[in-house]
């Protein structure tokens, strides 16, 4: 494929794109395939007429235009990856030109917003608040209470149960006095407190003891998992078997050495306070890294237009779409619990997408001013872990990369950390509380020093190529 790039106004680019003949051909090719399974053609079983013959049945055109259709996203991101272009946002795609016949190319052009480009201010020597975090005791004794749960025995007592007892309970659901499926079980242990059933199940068994005949009454929240459920009141009936109470191992040098490799239990918890202080300080050191680029970003010009803005935070929603989807949860449902419309939650993202986009135009920007690239053996190191996943070399897998140009987004990821190291290991190091101060000073400043609606002027747009 052959890319040609246009720069627009707005952090936006035109790209024209040629699709070879020898592509268009298994496009069509490939469409007609499909068509063929729903043609009977004399002489061919269904589905098995040449593409040749559906071609020459159903018409060049007809054929193409569906193919188009199929191949267009496949030859976009081809496009995309031949120009060297980051896009934001959807494309506006238009046609240039399509075959007549088989044996000519297709041209198709595109404008999508891009990342803008920064005017860098002072990136390097920079004073950088950074907060020196101790270790909480509490979170030691938090922790030592986890690890001593896991150490507990439930024992059976004969007395009403409460919250921290564990029941062992038959139990069946009925919804209009019918057994609904899913609704019964048999020695099944449940933690009072835990959350783990119907809201106010669990509450309507304390007091119970063993031998108790329970009716619990719930109604299943209108998002259950069940539609022929949700909503509806039910009743369960719960046969309480036996009541048991959690004993907790006591706190001694003994608990330590059966926990743990340690012999007595300061070891333990100096070992726990020595994992959190890592903890901690990795924490201190990543938000410093951070706390460096956004200072950077201060320091520079960026103008980022509110349509760029918008997308990027529509990018951000959609992300989180899948992470809520692979949790099982449906985005509809949460955008309910938290009483907001998609619109209303993106544009509520819009100043952390902004930030977001400052911070890459920025990183970018000092990545391009420093020459910074990624080697060969800094790209195959990256890509250990996933070869290994995937069973592979790491040099196998960057050469598989590279024939559909992907490696550029491994080299770009690389670059990126090297400018942050670069702006992060050059910062000088102030306590939090003075940064913090000398911010709040400097924003009110700018407020009373900056003309009203003045607009600073936006900078030349980067893309992959620029020096």
Not at 181 to 206: H, P
Request: zero cysteines; hydrophobic letters at 40%; aromatic letters at 4%.
């Amino acid at each position: 494929m052959q890319t040609t790039l246009k720069e627009l106004p707005e952090s936006r680019v035109e790209v024209q794109a040629e699709v070879p003949a020898e592509d268009v051909r298994r496009a069509a090719n490939r469409t007609a395939r499909a068509m063929a399974r729903e043609l009977r053609l004399p002489g061919f079983r269904k589905g098995k007429a040449p593409p040749a013959l559906v071609i020459q049945r159903m018409g060049f055109g007809a054929v193409l235009s569906e193919a188009i259709r199929d191949a267009l996203p496949e030859w976009y991101e081809a496009a995309l990856l031949d120009a060297g272009v980051t896009p934001i946002g959807d494309p506006e795609i238009d046609m240039v030109s399509t075959p007549e016949e088989e044996g000519e190319p297709l041209a198709f052009k595109f404008e999508v917003a891009v990342r803008p480009v920064a005017k860098l201010g002072e990136y390097k020597g920079l004073e950088v608040g950074k907060e020196e975090k101790e270790v909480d005791e509490e979170v030691i004794d938090t922790e030592v209470e986890r690890i001593r749960e896991g150490f507990a025995r439930l024992e059976p007592v004969e007395r009403e149960a409460k919250e921290g007892d564990s029941v062992l309970i038959d139990f069946e659901g009925f919804v209009d006095g019918q057994a609904f499926q899913g609704g019964k079980a048999d020695d099944y242990l449940l933690a009072l407190g835990s959350g783990s059933l119907i809201d106010d199940f669990e509450d309507q068994l304390v007091g119970a003891k063993p031998g108790d005949d329970v009716e619990v009454e719930v109604t299943f929240p209108d998002e259950y998992q069940e539609p022929k459920l949700a909503g509806e009141d039910a009743v369960f009936k719960v046969k309480v078997k036996e009541v048991r109470e959690k004993i907790l191992p006591e706190l001694d040098d003994d608990f330590a050495s059966d926990a743990s490799e340690f012999d007595t239990l300061e070891e333990l918890r100096g070992d726990i306070r020595e994992k959190v202080g890592k903890a901690l300080n990795s924490r201190s050191e990543e938000d410093f890294r951070i706390a460096a680029v956004d200072a950077a970003v201060d320091a520079a010009t960026v103008e980022v237009p509110d349509e760029i803005v918008t997308a990027r935070a529509g990018e951000r929603w959609e992300r989180m779409e899948r992470q809520l989807a692979q949790q099982g949860m449906d985005p509809n449902i949460f955008l309910q619990m938290q009483g907001k419309t998609r619109d209303e939650l993106i544009e509520e993202t819009k100043p952390d997408a902004e930030r977001e986009l400052k911070r890459e135009a920025v990183v970018t920007a000092v990545a391009v001013a420093e020459g910074l690239e990624a080697s060969e053996e800094e790209m195959v190191e990256a890509l250990a872990h996933t070869a290994e996943h995937e069973r592979t070399s790491p040099e196998k897998l960057l050469a598989r990369l590279r024939e559909n140009g992907r490696d550029r987004v491994i080299a770009e990821d690389l670059v990126a950390q090297k400018a942050i190291e670069l702006i992060a290991d050059s910062a000088k190091t102030i306590p939090k509380e003075e940064a913090d101060d000398r911010k709040e000073k400097a924003e009110a400043a700018e407020k009373i020093l900056a003309p009203e609606g003045e607009e600073k002027p936006a900078g030349k747009l980067w893309t992959p190529g620029d020096e």
